[in-house]
T-cell receptor
Framework: QQQVKQSPQSLIVQKGGISIINCAYENTAFDYFPWYQQFPGKGPALLIAIRPDVSEKKEGRFTISFNKSAKQFSLHIMDSQPGDSATYFCAARDSNSGYALNFGKGTSLLVTP | IAGITQAPTSQILAAGRRMTLRCTQDMRHNAMYWYRQDLGLGLRLIHYSNTAGTTGKGEVPDGYSVSRANTDDFPLTLASAVPSQTSVYFC??????????FGSGTRLTVV
C-alpha cells in the first residue's frame, strides 16, 4: 500500500562523493514532491521540494531531478559531507487527501570521512 | 512557542490503557496530520484534518481516533493500546499543503 517507493534502503558514500536516492510513484493525484532529512531523535525537516511542471531544482549541494512521464524523482547530494549522514525521505502530496504527504520508507545515508 | 509542540516526549503504557497524545501548533495552519514512524516503514499517515471540525482517515487509522475542535489542537487518542502501536508519533501541520512543519515526536512503548 506504500504509494511512494524509495531506494536504496541504505547508502554509504565517501566524503566528496555524490549521493543519489531514487523514488517512484503511481498516483497521478500527487502534485508536490518534497524531500525530508531526519537526524536521530528529531522530526523530519524539509530539505528541498519540486512541483511536477519542473524537471530539475537545485539548492546548494542538493538537486532534485523529476521525470513526470516515468513518475520518478531523485535526490542528488553533491560533495557529500559527514554532516549529511542522516535518513532521507522522499514524499508526495496527495491533493485528494487533505494535502497529506505520502512518504517513502527512507534511505539511511552514511558519509564516511 | 513557535511551530508544533507535542506531549509527552515519551511514554511507556500498559496494554489496554487509554492514551491521548497532544499536538498544538501556533502557526494558524488549517491542516494537521498524525503520522507514525516505524523502522524500515517510513512515516505512515494515521489521520488528518483539513480544517477545524473535519477529520479524515489515513493509511493506518485502526485503533486511533482524532478530534479537531479548534485550529491549534489536534489530539490523537489510543482507546485501548496494543503492543503493535509501539512507535514514534509525529504531528505535522501545513497551510493548505504548503509549508509543512513537523513536531519533535512522541516515543510510545506499549507493554
Amino acid at each position: 500500500q506504500q504509494q511512494v517507493k524509495q531506494s536504496p534502503q541504505s547508502l554509504i558514500v565517501q566524503k566528496g562523493g555524490i549521493s543519489i536516492i531514487n523514488c517512484a510513484y503511481e498516483n497521478t493525484a500527487f502534485d508536490y514532491f518534497p524531500w525530508y532529512q531526519q537526524f536521530p531523535g528529531k522530526g523530519p525537516a524539509l530539505l528541498i521540494a519540486i512541483r511536477p511542471d519542473v524537471s530539475e531544482k537545485k539548492e546548494g549541494r542538493f538537486t532534485i531531478s523529476f521525470n513526470k512521464s516515468a513518475k520518478q524523482f531523485s535526490l542528488h547530494i553533491m560533495d557529500s559531507q559527514p554532516g549529511d549522514s542522516a535518513t532521507y525521505f522522499c514524499a508526495a502530496r496527495d491533493s485528494n487527501s487533505g494535502y497529506a504527504l505520502n512518504f517513502g520508507k527512507g534511505t539511511s545515508l552514511l558519509v564516511t570521512p | 512557542i513557535a511551530g508544533i509542540t507535542q506531549a509527552p516526549t515519551s511514554q511507556i503504557l500498559a496494554a489496554g490503557r487509554r492514551m491521548t497524545l497532544r499536538c498544538t501548533q501556533d502557526m494558524r495552519h488549517n491542516a494537521m496530520y498524525w503520522y507514525r514512524q516505524d523502522l524500515g516503514l517510513g512515516l505512515r499517515l494515521i489521520h488528518y484534518s483539513n480544517t477545524a471540525g473535519t477529520t479524515g482517515k489515513g493509511e493506518v487509522p485502526d485503533g486511533y481516533s482524532v478530534s479537531r475542535a479548534n485550529t491549534d489542537d489536534f489530539p490523537l487518542t489510543l482507546a485501548s493500546a496494543v503492543p503493535s502501536q509501539t512507535s514514534v508519533y509525529f504531528c505535522a501541520s501545513s497551510d493548505s499543503g504548503i509549508g509543512y512543519t513537523f513536531g519533535s515526536g512522541t516515543r510510545l512503548t506499549v507493554v
